[in-house]
């Protein structure tokens, strides 16, 4: 919390009929009760609130007519005349309060004032300083997905959001899209994107991935950068996107905001918010795929999502019944993964540390990132190629995955990859090899435990800036042929594996998995772009330990 700074403004007001000092400076609101006699009084101790300024939502002023004052709800309360004689002016605050688990909510306090013309004035400077911060959206563009997670997307928009966008005097622009991409074509070809502040997405991880698409490639196309090369360096998005979570695993507003809440998402907005996010770049022979910024899953990932296309009508269940059907089957697949080492940054998988907000991992990575691809483009060469060395892996997987940060979702509280970054430019390339089904099943467990799911004998985890993969089946004759003379002995097993699917790795294809879309091709080249776009979130935000302590009114 900020130090108050100097006051603006320092009255004796009321809430519920009892005296508070209370001030404003630029970065805080105060109230404090007003002790009436220096004993200290064991039941009675000193009330002191704070609220900073940044995240008040907006004041009212309270209207009074016959003696009742109107509430929130349009109903009138009658001011009780002996209580309020001289105190019938009001206003009141609404403000951010955190609650259990990252949940925000709005709070509001009514402050009365004997005066008119200090309520007015009370006003009017707070005011002041909510217009005085930049950040804050005051126009977006909304996207509702109606059909996302159990189809509850408008409701929630209508009945949780709008509200509180009116009370907060932010406009919308809202589209309930018809078809599937919808909102990526609209923001691609259509939307005046000059005129918002920012951009909502009401709905899952798919829906967040259409929005996406549209804002990078419109961004790329006006700033013209070919979306098709792989080695182009990517123009970031100005426009920052909002998340309600709306849908089925909601994995990106979980890791970014904490919780999967809608209010919470709201209030994130309407305080203006940043976080920037990586992006990864998909391509298929210098062909552009898609864009990833949670988790590219080959294998079980894969399946998993291909499976629970056809059981859609079950809403977020579907991926429980596809998990353990995919579980059961147990496919592994062939082919080769090489990556490029992230040098010079701070920061490993296999870190204690999480990704936080302000984290100071994304911070510094960010940096490094931006200088070298200064530095990159007077030497005028690519800066992935000279980046370092590539390493190359070949073998039969159960499971491949990428993970641009740490997925966590409701499922998996701590995520794929629970110390990866939001922000560092790069992403978490895990590799499930070959094992049983007990070992697989340990793997899959350590994801909602304490326990370390790396830490498995079967499991490794490189921190990448790029990987690319070749399933067996699409490898060139030469890279067969290579294979065959590193690894003989290995491949005449293949070959009886192949004959007896019971044994679990036959030659199955499977699907990349690419936040929640299946990729139409299985031979992928990814790039990390370092903060390629920005969320209207700060990251996950620790929680407080001792409240007193950060409370200025306790110092
Ligand atoms: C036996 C216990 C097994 C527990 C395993 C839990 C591991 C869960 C990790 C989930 C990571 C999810 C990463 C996010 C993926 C989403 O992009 C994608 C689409 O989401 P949406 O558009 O909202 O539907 N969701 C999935 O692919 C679902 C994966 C579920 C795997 C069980
Ligand atoms: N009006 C619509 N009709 C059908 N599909 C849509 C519509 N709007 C968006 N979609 C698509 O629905 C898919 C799932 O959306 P999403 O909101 O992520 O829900 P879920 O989390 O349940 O998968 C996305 O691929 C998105 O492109
Ligand atoms: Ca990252």
């Not at 070809?189 to 997405?201: N, R, W």
């Not at 849908?247 to 209030?267: E, K, Q, R």
């Not at 199955?508 to 790039?527: F, K, M, P, Q």
Request: glycine share 6%; aromatic share 8%; net charge neutral.
């Amino acid at each position: 919390m900020e130090r108050p700074g100097r006051l603006l403004l320092l009255s004796e007001l009321r809430v519920r009929n009892t005296a508070y000092d209370v001030s404003l400076s630029r970065s805080l609101l105060t109230w404090k009760r007003r002790v009436s006699s220096p004993v200290y009084h064991p039941f009675r101790p000193s009330v002191c609130h704070s609220v900073s300024v940044s995240e008040i939502i907006s004041v009212r002023e309270e209207e009074e007519e016959n003696g009742s004052r109107r509430r929130e709800d349009g109903s009138w309360k009658k001011i009780k005349e002996r209580e309020e004689k001289d105190y019938r002016q009001a206003f009141t605050v609404l403000y951010v309060e955190r609650c259990r688990q990252h949940r925000w909510r709005c709070a509001e306090v009514t402050f009365t004032c004997s005066d008119a013309a200090l309520c007015q004035h009370w006003i009017s400077s707070i005011r002041e300083q909510l217009a005085a911060i930049t950040s804050r959206p005051k126009h977006l563009l909304v996207y509702i997905n109606p059909y996302g997670g159990k189809r509850q997307g408008k409701r929630i928009y209508e009945q949780k959001v709008a509200p509180l966008f009116a009370l907060a005097g932010v406009s919308t622009h809202v589209i309930v899209t018809e078809f599937a991409n919808h909102a990526r074509d609209h923001l691609k070809m259509e939307a005046e994107l000059k005129k918002f502040d920012g951009v909502v997405c009401v709905g899952g991880d798919g829906m967040f991935s259409e929005i996406i698409h549209g804002l990078i490639w419109r961004t790329q196309i006006d700033n013209s950068v070919d979306p098709n090369c792989p080695d182009e360096t990517l123009s970031t998005c100005s426009l920052r996107i909002g998340i309600i979570p709306a849908g089925s695993t909601d994995c990106i507003c979980f890791a970014t905001v904490g919780t999967n809440d809608p209010v919470t998402s709201a209030l994130h907005i309407i305080v203006g918010d940043s976080q920037p996010m990586d992006v990864c770049s998909v391509h298929h022979n210098n062909t552009f795929l898609r864009y990833s910024v949670s988790l590219l899953g080959y294998g079980f990932y894969g399946d998993v999502l291909t499976d629970s296309e056809r059981k859609r009508w079950m809403g977020p269940a579907r991926y429980d019944l596809s998990g353990l059907k995919m579980f059961l089957t147990h496919h592994c697949y062939e082919g080769t993964v090489s990556y490029l080492p992230a040098r010079g940054i701070i920061g490993t998988p296999r870190d204690a540390a999480r990704c936080q907000s302000g984290c100071v991992v994304c911070q510094h990575n960010g940096r490094l990132h931006s200088e070298r691809a200064e530095r990159y483009e007077m030497d005028d060469t690519s800066d992935c190629e000279s980046d370092g060395e590539w390493r190359t892996i070949r073998g039969k997987f159960l499971a491949i995955n990428a993970a641009s940060m740490s997925c966590a979702c409701p499922r998996s509280p701590k995520g794929l990859s629970p110390a990866a970054h939001l922000a560092d430019g790069t992403t978490d390339l895990i590799l499930v090899r070959k094992c049983s089904r007990f070992d697989f099943l340990r793997h899959l467990l350590r994801h909602t435990s304490k326990d370390d799911q790396f830490d498995l004998t079967f499991v490794e985890v490189h921190r990448v800036r790029r990987f690319r993969f070749t399933p067996r089946h699409c490898q060139s004759d030469s890279e067969l042929e290579l294979d065959l003379q590193e690894n003989g002995k290995h491949q005449i097993f293949s070959q009886i594996c192949r004959d007896h699917p019971a044994c679990g790795c036959a030659p199955a294809y499977s699907s990349w998995n690419c936040d929640g879309e299946i990729l139409t091709h299985t031979a992928i080249d990814v790039r990390a772009h370092c903060q390629l776009i920005k969320l209207f979130a700060r990251g996950i935000e620790e929680p407080p330990v001792f409240e007193d302590l950060t409370n200025p009114c306790a110092i």
